[in-house]
């Protein structure tokens, strides 16, 4: 059973870009959450989705940051505009419906906004 | 959603039992004790999750007192590979949505 997928693992992108980061959830997991970790820092929530559905998206900026699980593929995490600041790990995590407490990570993606 | 205390860092050697409490008073009757393992520059990983007493699996063991202000991740006899930063979360079932990290208590391991 692979784990969680995100690609690309490593994206630099000149300030003014768009960064668009995937996740593919682990088999059987309907739930995908995703979180930024700046350096030294530990991780923040940033949004909970399910399959079509945003269901908390309460840690993320209200500008340039949005996220879709559609039915068919990936989750994206799109930010539009990039600056400086959002240079970061973002982490993608899923969840079997039943535990959601037990989230299972994926390897990030590291952004390097220039 | 309960705060959690843990201290900052913690050194230990091989081979010893390495014991890492964390503080949550606020914590609520529906609320869940997790703890995950984060490497540098990876994701963190699940590692014990429990409710109350004693849980243990095949990586560490949890204990909760009766009062559940507190639990203590207990790893035995550690090895370099454990080196890592640790995060003791609380989590309600209901609201499970939302996982709170900390700051983590950053865990060496010399030889």
């Known amino acids: 059973n692979a784990g969680v997928m995100q690609n690309p693992r490593h994206l630099v992108r000149r300030r003014g870009q768009e960064a668009r980061l995937r996740c593919s959830p682990m088999k059987g997991h309907s739930h995908v959450y995703w979180y930024r970790q700046l350096p030294e820092e530990g991780l923040k929530f940033m949004v909970y989705l399910q399959k079509e559905n945003i269901i908390d998206e309460s840690g993320m900026p209200k500008e340039r940051f949005s996220a879709e699980f559609p039915k068919e593929g990936p989750s994206i995490l799109r930010i539009q505009q990039v600056v400086r600041g959002d240079s970061a790990a973002y982490f993608c995590a899923s969840s079997p419906p039943s535990s959601t407490y037990e989230q299972y990570f994926g390897p990030g993606t590291r952004l390097t906004v220039t | 959603l309960a705060k959690t205390t843990q201290p900052i860092s913690m050194d230990s050697y091989e081979g010893q039992e390495v014991n890492i409490t964390c503080s949550h008073n606020?914590?609520?009757?529906?609320?869940?004790i997790t703890w995950y393992q984060q490497f540098p520059s990876q994701g963190p990983r699940f590692i014990i999750q429990g409710y109350k007493t004693k849980v243990t699996n095949e990586v560490a063991s949890l204990f909760i007192p009766a009062d559940r202000k507190s639990s203590t991740l207990s790893l035995p006899r550690v090895s370099l590979s454990d080196t890592a930063v640790y995060y003791c979360l609380v989590v309600g079932y209901s609201s499970a949505s939302k996982i709170i990290f900390g700051s983590g208590t950053r865990l060496s391991i010399r030889p």
């Open positions: 606020n914590i609520a009757t529906n609320d869940y």
